[in-house]
């Protein structure tokens, strides 16, 4: 079982962050986000292809996502194919704080 274990501390001066990580097909990927509280985060894994992210983005695209209510949010999903995937982290409000972002990979 091998685990990688990345935590990104960030302050935010936009909306949107985006990471790349390549994955092997068959291979699983955790994504875990912890926001400051009170802030409304969103987790989003895209699969290989993406060129550009915003509302013109193909939703075929989009492996897992997960856009509830509140600062705490996490993705799971096993890469269907070998290539670069790309973890998306938002929020609502631009500058509301800092966040801590953790991958783990099985």
């Not at 302050?11 to 955790?30: A, F, H, K, P």
């Not at 856009?67 to 999903?77: H, I, K, M, Q, R």
């Not at 631009?94 to 783990?104: F, T």
């Amino acid at each position: 079982d091998r685990r990688l274990q990345e935590q990104q501390q960030r302050q935010w001066d936009d909306r949107r962050d985006v990471y790349r990580i390549r994955l092997r097909r068959g291979e699983g990927l955790r994504a875990a986000i912890r926001g400051t509280a009170g802030t409304d985060m969103n987790l989003m894994l895209w699969r290989p292809g993406v060129r550009r992210l915003g509302p013109a983005t193909s939703p075929r695209l989009l492996a897992a996502r997960s856009t509830g209510p509140g600062a705490t949010e996490s993705v799971s999903s096993r890469a269907p194919a070998t290539g670069w995937y790309f973890v998306q982290v938002s929020m609502r409000e631009e500058g509301a704080g800092g966040y801590s972002l953790r991958l783990d990979r099985s």
